[in-house]
T-cell receptor, first 113, second 114 residues
Framework: AQSVTQPDIHITVSEGASLELRCNYS??????LFWYVQSPGQGLQLLLK????DTLVQGIKGFEAEFKRSQSSFNLRKPSVHWSDAAEYFC???????????WGAGTKLIIKP | GAVVSQHPSRVICKSGTSVKIECRSL??????MFWYRQFPKQSLMLMAT?????????EQGVEKDKFLINHASLTLSTLTVTSAHPEDSSFYIC??????????FGQGTRLTVV
């Protein structure tokens, strides 16, 4: 069955430190994959998306993600986090049939001053 | 970019009353809209798929008589929580159409039933 796993429920990093949020998928073929962010009091915002081609995807707000087929992963990275990056991050996988979305459980990012 | 407007952003209602949440696509026509519910410390759960001009398709376990969905036009879908109870308190989010595999989300509605 298709699934998305975000193994870390919470991650705490210091402001200015690098960040990597993990996402693993289960699917028989190459998936489409998204990362969304939900900031406090705001709606969901698309950070980046992977369809095919280059496995390193650049997104907004300085985020990038790398698709690794051998590891079934699509981890989100940022070289230096800012306090405004504190939010919940979702790895999302659109199903083939009707474009419904399969959501990871989310990872809450906490920024230490 | 495409915008989906969801209203209200917050609502508090008394137990037993009904609440309507609107989801509008402001600059594009959405033949399909999705309604999600977010439980504390859990990911979004799809409640139903709303198709313009036809009955919504509900996910297993979602009571269609309790969560009434109407998609009367290509730019508006509504979710009505009928006879609300405290356990219905949650965060509800709509999304519209996937274009180029991207969904556009409303801001969400925080429902509190007291």
């Amino acid at each position: 069955a298709q699934s998305v796993t975000q193994p870390d429920i919470h991650i705490t990093v210091s402001e200015g430190a690098s960040l990597e949020l993990r996402c693993n998928y289960s699917y028989g073929a190459t998936p489409y994959l998204f990362w969304y962010v939900q900031s406090p009091g705001q709606g969901l915002q698309l950070l980046l998306k992977y369809f095919s081609g280059d496995t390193l995807v650049q997104g907004i707000k300085g985020f990038e993600a790398e698709f690794k087929r051998s590891q079934s992963s699509f981890n989100l990275r940022k070289p230096s986090v800012h306090w405004s990056d504190a939010a919940e991050y979702f790895c999302v996988f659109p199903m083939d049939s009707n474009y419904q979305l399969i959501w990871g459980a989310g990872t809450k990012l906490i920024i230490k001053p | 970019g495409a915008v989906v407007s969801q209203h209200p952003s917050r609502v508090i209602c008394k137990s037993g009353t009904s609440v309507k949440i609107e989801c509008r696509s402001l600059d594009f026509q959405a033949t399909t809209m999705f309604w999600y519910r977010q439980f504390p410390k859990q990911s979004l759960m799809l409640m139903a798929t709303s198709n313009e001009g036809s009955k919504a398709t509900y996910e297993q376990g979602v009571e269609k008589d309790k969560f009434l969905i109407n998609h009367a036009s290509l730019t508006l879908s509504t979710l009505t929580v009928t006879s609300a109870h405290p356990e219905d308190s949650s965060f509800y989010i709509c999304s519209a159409d996937l274009r180029e595999e991207e969904a556009f989300f409303g801001q969400g509605t925080r429902l509190t039933v007291v």
